[in-house]
């Protein structure tokens, strides 16, 4: 069965950076919108960015803009969420997800949801 996997979480200081990697097997999503999703203690769940099945298109909530990006190499079946300038705010679990909707940009029909890799940002 498809199966993706998180890696590259961990504890980084406010201002810090992460670099966070989603490895997927069982199939190939190279015609998938993939993207990040975040969920914080006590908090729901919060979409984070989006990537086009090429590349091409990209996008990100608010909070997010200018500080982190999301990228994808499809002969490696990987998506990747650059993090830069990080916040205490930041703080959460991060979620690989998929969405086959070549239309979707903050992935409402989710198939595919990794396991999470903890990100700590301390202030």
């Known amino acids: 069965q498809a199966q993706l996997v998180e890696s590259g979480g961990g504890l980084v200081q406010a201002g810090g950076s992460l670099r966070l990697s989603c490895a997927a097997s069982?199939?190939?999503?190279?015609?998938?919108?993939m993207g990040w999703f975040r969920q914080a203690p006590g908090q729901e769940r919060e979409f984070v960015a989006s990537?086009?099945?090429?590349?091409?298109?990209?996008y990100y909530t608010d909070s997010v803009k200018g500080r982190f990006t999301i990228s994808r190499d499809n002969a490696k079946n990987t998506i990747y969420l650059q993090m830069n300038s990080l916040k205490p705010e930041d703080t959460a679990v991060y979620y690989c997800?998929?969405?086959?909707?070549?239309?979707?940009?903050?992935?409402?029909?989710?198939?595919?949801w990794g396991q999470g890799t903890q990100v700590t940002v301390s202030s």
């Open positions: 990537i086009s099945w090429n590349g091409g298109r990209t």
């Open positions: 069982g199939r190939t999503f190279s015609s998938y919108v």
């Open positions: 997800a998929a969405d086959p909707r070549p239309t979707a940009q903050t992935m409402g029909v989710v198939v595919s």
